[in-house]
């Protein structure tokens, strides 16, 4: 089986969630036997990220034992620091399931269904449909901002509350007039 390569990005995040794991397997004199590997196989099922602690071997020979460990699993080595390796092998069928899921919760128009927006289709309104408007004789004209009435029944006043200031400055005072001539 091909080893799994990861980005290093991946590797960074899976090497800080890896960091409050204990080992759950232990590999000892003996070596890497088929049934440590057999283990360490269940237990990535299970986990997809684990630990494994290496006694009484040297550098070179854990070096070698992971990459074997790699080979052989199929499987990520996120890090190795002195007799702990950390191994990642995601869960196919659990990715595929959760693929498949997000696809099928997606809301599917066809491009002539008008645009409904998320809280009016969630409250079940449905907008009426413009041809229906206009079968019906109730073709509506726009209506302007300014002809409705507030919400709160206050009138407005037209213009602003600049142009009102600038309007009284110039006929209060007759230098703020313009002199014709």
């Known amino acids: 089986m091909p080893k799994l390569d990861i980005t290093s990005q991946e590797r960074s995040a899976l090497r800080a969630a890896a960091h409050p794991l204990n080992p759950v397997v232990l590999i000892g004199d003996k070596g890497l036997t088929p049934a440590v590997l057999k283990e360490i196989d269940l237990n990535l099922n299970a986990h997809q990220l684990i630990k494994v602690r290496v ?62 927006p998320k809280k009016a289709a969630a409250a079940g309104v449905k907008p009426a449909r413009k041809t229906a408007r206009k079968a019906a004789g109730k073709a509506s004209a726009p209506v302007s901002r300014r002809a409705t009435t507030p919400a709160h029944g206050i009138p407005r006043r037209s213009g602003s509350s600049l142009t009102l200031r600038a309007g009284m400055r110039r006929s209060a005072s007759p230098a703020g007039r313009k002199r014709s001539g």
Not at 76 to 104: F, I, M, Q, S
């Open 55 to 116: 006694n009484g071997q040297e550098r070179a020979e854990r070096d070698l034992t992971l990459e074997t460990i790699c080979e052989e699993l199929s499987c990520a080595a996120v890090h190795h620091l002195g007799k702990t390796l950390v191994l990642y092998r995601p869960d196919a069928a659990k990715l595929k399931a959760e693929e498949e899921a997000r696809n099928t919760t997606r809301a599917q128009r066809k491009p002539s269904d008008p645009y409904i």
